[in-house]
């Protein structure tokens, strides 16, 4: 499906150059654009490998065991049954920091790190708990303090000011997080009314 799409685009430009009289135009960003693709792989790539390292790093000297337990109280409230300094807590911290710095390709190893550890606790591992689906939601929202990638790609587009978005992107990521939460949590709760009563102390058995 992807590759019809770029090349339904592909046909669109070339009709729409050629009826505008712009081909010699549109040759010249066919011929620039595998250049200016490198260069944006290049920058994105070493700011996510930069900030990867980092991470690592704080993960190795035992930093992140102590971020899960200060943050303990806040994880156990989102994640019900998580224990704390456990690597669930601490493969979420990292998701959560990852996160808040705008890394979402290096948050991703994390992420499924904890949502595996998520699942070996479940009744039915094939299905996702409730901790999970959180977690990939928190993921999908993007909680941003500071937005890393999008600032690189705007630097790399040109702009004089790259972090000028960053009052628009605390708004929308707060609001969405938020909203996720409650719909999560909300969801979750309708889901839980209906199982069996003895499902539920299997479910809170296993958490």
Same mark, same amino acid.
């Given at each position: 499906?992807? *590759? @019809?799409?770029?090349?339904?685009?592909?046909?669109?430009?070339? #009709?729409?150059?050629?009826?505008?009289?712009?081909?010699?135009?549109? /040759?010249?960003?066919?011929?620039?654009?595998? $250049?200016?693709? #490198?260069? =944006?792989?290049?920058?994105?790539? /070493?700011?996510? /490998?930069?900030?990867?390292?980092?991470?690592? %790093?704080?993960?190795?000297?035992?930093? =992140?065991?102590?971020?899960?337990? @200060? @943050?303990?109280?806040?994880?156990?409230?989102?994640?019900?049954?998580?224990?704390?300094?456990?690597?669930?807590? $601490?493969?979420?911290? =990292?998701?959560?920091?990852?996160?808040?710095?705008?890394?979402?390709?290096?948050?991703?190893?994390?992420?499924?790190?904890? #949502?595996? $550890? @998520?699942? +070996?606790? /479940?009744?039915?591992?094939?299905?996702?708990?409730?901790?999970?689906?959180?977690?990939?939601?928190?993921?999908?929202?993007?909680?941003?303090?500071?937005?890393?990638?999008?600032?690189?790609?705007?630097?790399?587009?040109?702009?004089?000011?790259?972090?000028?978005?960053?009052?628009? %992107?605390?708004?929308?990521?707060?609001?969405? #997080?938020?909203?996720?939460?409650?719909?999560?949590?909300?969801?979750?709760?309708?889901?839980?009314?209906? =199982?069996?009563?003895?499902?539920?102390?299997? +479910? +809170?058995? *296993?958490?």
């Amino acid at each position: 499906m992807l *590759n @019809f799409l770029i090349l339904l685009i592909l046909m669109f430009s070339l #009709v729409t150059a050629l009826f505008n009289g712009k081909i010699d135009f549109l /040759c010249n960003q066919l011929l620039d654009s595998p $250049q200016k693709a #490198v260069e =944006l792989t290049v920058t994105v790539g /070493c700011s996510i /490998c930069l900030w990867s390292g980092v991470m690592e %790093v704080a993960r190795q000297s035992g930093l =992140l065991r102590f971020l899960s337990k @200060f @943050f303990s109280p806040i994880l156990s409230l989102l994640f019900p049954g998580i224990k704390k300094g456990s690597p669930a807590a $601490q493969a979420v911290c =990292l998701n959560l920091a990852a996160n808040l710095l705008g890394l979402g390709a290096a948050a991703a190893p994390a992420g499924i790190c904890a #949502v595996s $550890q @998520f699942q +070996r606790a /479940c009744l039915d591992p094939s299905v996702a708990c409730d901790n999970s689906i959180l977690l990939i939601l928190l993921n999908t929202a993007s909680l941003q303090l500071i937005p890393t990638t999008a600032a690189m790609l705007r630097l790399q587009a040109g702009s004089a000011a790259p972090m000028e978005i960053l009052p628009a %992107v605390w708004m929308a990521s707060v609001l969405s #997080v938020t909203t996720g939460i409650i719909a999560a949590k909300g969801m979750a709760h309708i889901a839980n009314a209906k =199982l069996p009563s003895h499902s539920k102390i299997i +479910r +809170r058995e *296993n958490a």
